[in-house]
């Protein structure tokens, strides 16, 4: 009889309406506690360093146009809301001094920083675009592009909240919405890829990881990419699994919206020819099929989709320098900087021991994703000699590897996040092996519940430890994790 029962249709389809119910109810909790660590960000200054330029570049977008998209002739203005003026609003100017390049660009001269000083701002402008588009929908103040200042180190206790948050929502609801939708990607990530648990865990791991909470708090274009990048990987997911070809060219186009961000958007194409290169040819012997993949349609799409989009900015930055990935360089600029910013980065070791090392020490959950990278070479192999293979890790593993080969160098965490929701599903991913296997071996872990509950008590564990150094981070408006290095 209740054999029978199990095997009902009706029976069936209210256990899964039920467990999907969950899954739903358990996602919300989860990006209600990423909201919770990341809240802050109303009340905490958003001024200080790349962020006044975001600003400063959404007036000038706002107020002049596309032609004048620059740091140059911007003043600042300030209204206090103390007595001894630790804390004010503060707004960006178009300067009324004919001769003056305007206060931002005189500021960093002061402190030996002259690379700013370009006729066209050498990054992509969809922050600063989506700010305009923020400030005409949300900003009580229509005709200023306020922000909050402070010289304190921690929360301003002296002024109001609601003043700091009804000032600055436009602003910080950018990076606030992306980090979260972050956390969103990387469980439809796990879920597509794998089981609906693993997209949890992986939720999870996005939502207390301290370099995603940092960011979250900043008005910085990494959150932005990441999301973008993490958006396209989904929609990616999906048109493979379901072979259709307008889900590559959606994840094609939702890139070139990550490379209007920032231009390490790009490398999302360079991982995905890779992973084409590896997944369609006969043999890796097999000249004939490398070249024929050069033609690939499917990448052809996905790179096509991205250029579509993106392409306009290549276009305008080589107009203006005459190399289309131009940046700026300062000579000596280690030894002129009066802030010692550089000093201090310059002191931290490169990105191939920086992220090797600080992203699981930041939160150990991490780790396991690097006990998956043998599989992934297991697989690789199997993929060029063409037999059967999971292409799952591979897909992961190479956005993942991409990144960090072309962040080798760099010694900022924040420019790995990109990577952090691929990096999230293989650490899920492996912690759900680990969940399967250690039943196997153990009488206590026999039961399932025990081996979830194990888990459970590790994550929160991990959040307990982790989230407050993001938080920290925020409060203290420092912009490296100092940990460990």
């Given at each position: 009889m209740?054999?029978?029962?199990?095997?009902?249709?009706?029976v069936?389809?209210?256990?899964?309406r039920a467990?999907?119910?969950?899954?739903?109810?358990?996602?919300?909790?989860?990006?209600?506690?990423?909201?919770?660590?990341?809240m802050?960000?109303?009340?905490?200054?958003?001024w200080?360093?790349?962020?006044c330029?975001?600003?400063?570049?959404?007036?000038?977008l706002?107020?002049?146009?596309?032609?004048q998209?620059n740091?140059?002739?911007?003043d600042?203005?300030?209204i206090?809301?103390?007595?001894?003026?630790?804390?004010?609003?503060?707004?960006?100017t178009?300067?009324?001094?004919p001769?003056?390049?305007?206060q931002i660009?005189?500021?960093?001269e002061r402190?030996?920083?002259r690379?700013?000083d370009?006729?066209?701002?050498?990054?992509?402008?969809l922050?600063?675009y989506?700010?305009?588009?923020?400030?005409?929908?949300?900003?009580?103040?229509k005709?200023?592009?306020?922000?909050?200042f402070?010289?304190?180190k921690?929360?301003p206790?002296?002024?109001?909240?609601?003043?700091?948050f009804?000032a600055?929502?436009?602003?910080?609801i950018?990076?606030?919405?992306?980090?979260?939708?972050?956390?969103?990607?990387?469980f439809?990530?796990?879920?597509?890829?794998?089981s609906?648990?693993?997209g949890?865990?992986a939720?999870?791991?996005?939502?207390?990881h301290?370099?995603s909470?940092?960011?979250?708090?900043?008005?910085?274009?990494d959150d932005?990419?990441?999301?973008?990048?993490?958006a396209?990987?989904v929609?990616?997911?999906?048109?493979i699994?379901?072979?259709k070809?307008w889900?590559?060219?959606?994840?094609?186009a939702?890139?070139?919206?990550s490379i209007?961000a920032?231009?390490?958007?790009?490398?999302?194409?360079?991982?995905?020819?890779?992973?084409f290169?590896?997944?369609?040819?006969?043999?890796?012997?097999?000249?004939?099929?490398?070249?024929?993949?050069l033609f690939?349609k499917?990448?052809?799409?996905f790179?096509?989709?991205?250029?579509?989009?993106?392409?306009?900015w290549?276009?305008?930055i080589?107009?203006v320098?005459?190399?289309p990935?131009?940046?700026?360089y300062q000579?000596?600029v280690?030894?002129?900087?009066?802030?010692?910013?550089?000093?201090?980065?310059?002191?931290?070791?490169?990105?191939a021991v920086l992220?090797?090392?600080?992203?699981?020490?930041?939160?150990?959950?991490?780790?396991?994703?690097?006990?998956s990278?043998?599989?992934?070479?297991?697989?690789t192999?199997?993929?060029?000699?063409?037999?059967?293979?999971?292409?799952?890790?591979?897909?992961?593993?190479?956005v993942?590897?991409?990144y960090?080969?072309t962040?080798?160098?760099?010694?900022?965490?924040?420019?790995?996040?990109?990577?952090?929701?691929?990096?999230a599903?293989?650490?899920?991913y492996?912690?759900?092996?680990?969940?399967?296997?250690?039943?196997?071996?153990?009488?206590f872990?026999?039961?399932?519940?025990?081996?979830?509950?194990?888990?459970?008590?590790?994550?929160?564990a991990?959040a307990?430890?982790?989230?407050?150094?993001?938080?920290?981070t925020?409060?203290?408006?420092t912009?490296?994790?100092?940990?460990?290095?």
């Open positions: 209740l054999q029978k029962l199990a095997n009902d249709p009706v069936i389809f209210f256990k899964t467990k999907n119910v969950c899954v739903i109810v358990l996602l919300v909790l989860i990006v209600l506690a990423a909201f919770r660590v990341r802050n960000t109303f009340w905490l200054p958003h200080m360093g790349d962020q330029h975001y600003i400063s570049l959404a007036m000038k706002d107020t002049l146009g596309f032609s998209y740091l140059r002739k911007v600042v203005e300030t206090p809301l103390t007595g001894d003026k630790k804390v004010s609003l503060i707004y960006p178009i300067t009324k001094n001769d003056s390049k305007g660009l005189d500021v960093m402190v030996g920083i690379y700013y370009q006729p066209f701002f050498h990054k992509p402008p922050l600063s989506l700010i305009v588009c923020s400030h005409k929908l949300f900003a009580t103040d005709t200023r592009y306020l922000s909050v402070s010289t304190l921690g929360m206790a002296d002024v109001s909240p609601g003043v700091l009804k600055q929502f436009y602003l910080v950018i990076p606030l919405f992306c980090s979260l939708g972050l956390v969103v990607a990387a439809f990530m796990g879920r597509l890829l794998f609906n648990r693993v949890l865990y939720a999870f791991l996005m939502a207390i301290p370099v909470i940092m960011t979250s708090q900043k008005l910085w274009t932005l990419l990441s999301f973008f990048v993490s396209s990987l929609v990616l997911i999906l048109g699994k379901r072979n070809d889900y590559i060219a959606l994840a094609g939702l890139c070139g919206l209007l920032k231009q390490t958007g790009g490398n999302l194409v360079i991982a995905m020819f890779i992973f290169i590896i997944t369609h040819q006969k043999s890796i012997l097999d000249l004939k099929s490398f070249f024929i993949l690939n499917r990448a052809i799409i790179a096509g989709c991205a250029f579509l989009i993106s392409g306009f290549f276009y305008k080589w107009r320098y005459g190399n990935f131009f940046l700026p000579p000596s280690l030894e002129i900087d009066r802030t010692g910013w550089f000093k201090e980065l310059n002191a931290r070791p490169r990105g992220f090797l090392v600080q992203i699981p020490y930041l939160c150990p959950a991490f780790i396991f994703a690097y006990f990278i043998e599989r992934f070479f297991k697989e192999f199997n993929a060029v000699m063409k037999r059967a293979y999971d292409w799952r890790l591979i897909f992961l593993w190479i993942v590897l991409q960090y080969w962040l080798r160098t760099e010694q900022e965490e924040r420019l790995m996040l990109p990577a952090y929701t691929c990096l599903v293989l650490a899920a492996a912690l759900n092996v680990f969940r399967l296997y250690t039943g196997r071996f153990s009488k872990f026999g039961n399932r519940y025990v081996r979830e509950a194990v888990i459970v008590i590790f994550l929160i991990c307990v430890y982790a989230a407050p150094i993001g938080i920290r925020g409060i203290e408006q912009i490296l994790l100092r940990k460990p290095f």
